[in-house]
């Protein structure tokens, strides 16, 4: 198998508490799509047979909706000793001990990291006060967390609210905390807003990698199973893999031959990609504006000119990209617990 997946995320809703502007996946609370429960089951199933895989993330929308079912599902994976991560907006948190309560039932269940969203866009929907009980309760079970904070040019989110906060510092202090800041990426939203210069991603420290394609898969509310965790990942239809309604997850992974542009994103990540495609053709406008590594990838894969361009000179670079790529994965047999501790940087 040329992919080698460490970690299944499951968008399991597209219904979501929030409506936030720019949302990746334009989720709201009218939209209801969602997989079946008794699916997520069996693709939890699915999982444990495929010996890479040690994570399951739930994320959506907003995974917390599914209640009860969430907690099943945590433990149905927990069952496999497969390591479980919520992707949340935390508006579970409304006290302190509501979300002591809910977190303790996810915890008990299995549940070993949590990763919540906020930020100004998210703030409309969920109180920041919410997202800090919500963290808190999960912190004092001594379970990994990982805060997401939007980022853009001019704004007024207070994320010193989270910075500054004593008791977080003192669980970043020891490890079980990360805050961090991620690009709030355009998409079709309302409002518009800017970046910071040091955000674009031609900027040379900031052509990193694509850390998901190919280690991360996804199944979405369609019951598509995706390449990569991307904010893109429903907009760029080669990220595909097939169809799991009646096919299972190996059936599907086994079934895909190598393809050198996941593989490129994989290696070297699209600015790279893209420089390479420029170095080929001078007049070849780079998307500098990009802030986002998927926002270049969709410019990659959309872009007929940047298209023609590789078809004609992917022969020159095919075989270093391919050699580094088998060699990594010939380390991740010998390292399975490599991805276990990516931070997630989708937003939920
Ligand atoms: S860069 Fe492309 S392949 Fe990587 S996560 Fe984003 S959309 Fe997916
Ligand atoms: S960005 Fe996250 S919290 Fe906001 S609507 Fe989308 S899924 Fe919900």
Not at 63 to 70: D, I, K, Q
Not at 206 to 213: D, P, R
Not at 322 to 345: H, M, P, R
Request: proline content about 2%; aromatic content about 8%; hydrophobic content about 35%.
């Amino acid at each position: 198998m040329y992919i080698r997946p460490q970690i299944l995320s499951l968008i399991t809703t597209h219904q979501c508490t929030a409506a936030c502007d720019h949302c990746c996946f334009h989720c709201t609370p009218k939209i209801t799509k969602s997989i079946p429960i008794e699916r997520l089951h069996t693709l939890i199933d699915e999982a444990s047979e495929i010996g890479s895989i040690k994570v399951v993330v739930f994320t959506g929308g907003e995974c917390f909706l599914l209640n009860r079912n969430l907690d099943d599902l945590i433990k149905r994976a927990t069952s496999y000793n497969l390591k479980t991560r919520c992707v949340t907006n935390g508006y579970w948190g409304t006290s302190k001990e509501s979300a002591t309560s809910r977190i303790r039932r996810a915890y008990d269940s299995g549940l070993n990291e949590i990763n919540f969203s906020t930020g100004t866009f998210h703030s409309k929907y969920v109180k920041k006060e919410y997202v800090l009980n919500a963290a808190l309760a999960s912190l004092e079970l001594k379970m990994r967390t990982v805060i997401n904070i939007e980022i853009f040019k001019g704004d007024d989110f207070n994320a010193d609210f989270f910075l500054k906060n004593e008791i977080l510092n003192s669980y970043q202090k020891n490890g079980l905390l990360t805050i961090q800041r991620n690009v709030w990426m355009h998409n079709e939203g309302e409002i518009d807003f800017e970046y910071e210069r040091k955000h674009t991603r031609f900027e040379e420290k900031n052509k990193t990698t694509c850390s998901t394609v190919l280690n991360v898969i996804t199944v979405n509310p369609d019951q598509n199973l995706i390449a990569c965790c991307g904010l893109h990942l429903e907009k760029i239809a080669d990220l595909s893999l097939g169809s799991i309604k009646n096919k299972t997850l190996k059936e599907v992974i086994e079934s895909q031959q190598p393809d050198l542009l996941k593989i490129w994103l994989h290696v070297e990540g699209p600015e790279k990609i893209l420089d390479f495609i420029k170095s080929h053709h001078p007049e070849y406008e780079l998307p500098v504006n990009s802030v986002h590594i998927c926002e270049t990838c969709l410019h990659l894969y959309t872009d007929d000119i940047a298209k023609k361009v590789l078809s004609e000179n992917y022969k020159l670079i095919e075989e270093k990209i391919l050699d580094k790529y088998y060699s990594t994965l010939a380390l991740g047999y010998l390292s399975d617990n490599k991805f276990e501790n990516e931070v997630e940087s989708v937003f939920a």
